[in-house]
């Protein structure tokens, strides 16, 4: 069979409808295919962009929380150092203080730090203890502290320990009789204020 080479080019001259259907048709799914895409990078990137500020809500308020409860626990700790033990002073600086020399109050500078430190340790221990963290333990102790150690005269290492027994006794009220934590330390406290504590002291 001869090749026509005229006849050739007239078919593929004329022929071209499918061809140009085809090459609308691919147009079509590239071009609906690239909305589809771009529309769905949109809605990732509207949902990522609220993820992370929603992830960066709560990485701020956790930091919060963190910062509030350090600072607290700094002011608890401090609250304990100056009703349990010498303000956070030094020897020196607590014999300044009270006007005596160092060796006149190094008996009772290690008393006071004696107390303070039974109190510290008392509350690391305090989830074990009585299922309060160290923070509540220190808010508690401290609520009736100043009439504890006053009605002790002043003895900090004896209050830490009748402070400890206390806590002890609430944790157990709680437990065994389901009342809630709050009104035992109400109650240990309004007892603690009408100077009671020599009791709790009798009974450790």
Same mark, same amino acid.
């Given at each position: ?14 022929d071209?409808?499918?061809? #140009? ?16 895409l ?22 701020g308020?956790?930091?919060? $929380? ?15 150092e100056?009703?349990?033990? *010498? ?10 203080s ?15 730090? #004696? ?36 009605s002790?005269g ?5 209050a ?5 027994t206390a ?19 109400? *109650?240990?406290q309004?007892? $603690? ?10 009974? *450790?």
């Amino acid at each position: 069979m001869a090749f026509n080479a005229f006849e050739l080019y007239a078919k593929l001259s004329l022929d071209t409808g499918e061809y #140009e259907k085809g090459l609308n048709d691919a147009s079509g799914k590239t071009s609906s295919f690239a909305d589809k895409l771009k529309s769905g990078l949109k809605t990732a990137a509207k949902v990522g962009a609220a993820a992370i500020g929603a992830a960066a809500t709560a990485v701020g308020a956790l930091a919060k $929380a963190s910062l509030d409860a350090y600072a607290n626990q700094e002011q608890l700790i401090g609250g304990v150092e100056t009703l349990f033990g *010498a303000g956070g002073k030094s020897i020196e600086e607590y014999a300044a203080s009270v006007g005596k020399t160092v060796e006149e109050v190094k008996y009772d500078y290690a008393a006071l730090m #004696e107390g303070q430190e039974k109190v510290l340790s008392n509350a690391a221990d305090a989830y074990k203890t009585a299922g309060l963290s160290a923070n509540e333990y220190m808010e508690t102790v401290t609520s009736f502290a100043a009439a504890l150690v006053s009605s002790l005269g002043g003895q900090t290492d004896i209050a830490a320990d009748v402070a400890n027994t206390a806590i002890s006794d609430m944790a157990d009220n709680a437990n065994k009789m389901g009342t809630s934590m709050e009104s035992i330390q109400n *109650a240990y406290q309004g007892f $603690a204020k009408q100077n009671y504590t020599i009791n709790l002291m009798s009974a *450790a």
